[in-house]
């Protein structure tokens, strides 16, 4: 069992009508933002840097701005099932077409771009770890996170996110998938003081049916915002975590 604190978080969900943006700390009522498309995400990160960033890179900034503190040099743990799997499939068109491939769809389709982009933009020295695990891509990265929290003291930011796949790969997405992205800010547990949000993680097995790591963000993020006492579990392919509150 690890003890660890939430002290902010953010979540956003990309309906078919309209992007929603939820994010709260400890101790607070979470506020949300509708309307959070393109246009409005990542206003933190600079003109020249952001204009590098489609709908992916925009969410995953967007959810970094609302974890980081003034004056912040934390670690990062990035986390995406699929990745900018638009860019790649661009990439994959221009190979096939015999076109020269665009520099910047080639650079900003790594997997871990985003988080080079946002350490320029606010001056992260600090390490980062990118995570791609299928099914178990949430758990496995909130698995790096505790392990980094304990070994460095954090704080830890963790970004998960994953759009709607490309059309072409639509007969393999399951219906009325929604693009999510997720920001949760780790830090070592204070218990007892009441300004933030203590859980405890423990390591469980479980032959539940597997959860999409879309649905365990989403579960995640109405967790926090309920500050429900009940326990959590967050079930993945070969492994799980289950998250209880401390009173």
């Known amino acids: 069992m690890f003890d660890a604190r939430i002290s902010c978080w953010a979540f956003w969900d990309s309906h078919k009508d309209q992007a929603v943006l939820e994010c709260g700390m400890p101790c607070a009522n979470f506020e949300t933002i509708r309307n959070m498309d393109s246009t409005a995400l990542a206003q933190g990160i600079k003109p020249a840097l952001r204009r590098r960033l489609d709908l992916y890179g925009r969410a995953a900034a967007e959810m970094l701005s609302r974890t980081l503190?003034?004056?912040?040099?934390?670690?990062?743990?990035?986390?995406?099932?699929?990745?900018?799997?638009?860019?790649?499939?661009?990439?994959?068109?221009?190979?096939?077409?015999?076109?020269?491939?665009?520099?910047?769809?080639f650079g900003m389709s790594v997997h871990n771009a985003l988080v080079g982009i946002a350490s320029i933009n606010w001056t992260i020295t600090e390490s980062h770890t990118a995570i791609s695990a299928g099914n178990d891509t949430l758990i496995s990265a909130l698995t790096e996170t505790l392990c980094q929290l304990g070994d460095t003291g954090g704080p830890v930011i963790l970004v998960y996110i994953d759009l709607v796949l490309p059309e072409i790969y639509q007969d393999v997405e399951i219906a009325n998938i929604h693009g999510v992205a997720l920001g949760l800010r780790f830090e070592p547990a204070i218990n007892g003081t009441g300004v933030a949000d203590t859980l405890s993680f423990s390591?469980?097995?479980?032959?539940?049916?597997?959860?999409?790591?879309?649905?365990?963000?989403?579960?995640?993020?109405?967790?926090?915002?309920?500050?429900?006492?009940?326990?959590?579990?967050?079930?993945?392919?070969?492994?799980?975590?289950?998250?209880?509150?401390?009173?």
Do not use: C
């Open 69 to 105: 503190q003034d004056g912040d040099n934390p670690h990062i743990v990035f986390a995406s099932r699929h990745g900018n799997l638009d860019r790649t499939i661009k990439l994959i068109h221009q190979v096939a077409t015999d076109e020269l491939l665009s520099p910047a769809d």
């Open 203 to 247: 390591t469980v097995s479980s032959r539940d049916t597997v959860v999409s790591p879309r649905d365990q963000a989403r579960s995640l993020a109405n967790y926090l915002q309920t500050k429900s006492t009940d326990e959590l579990m967050l079930i993945g392919k070969s492994g799980a975590w289950n998250l209880t509150r401390h009173d």
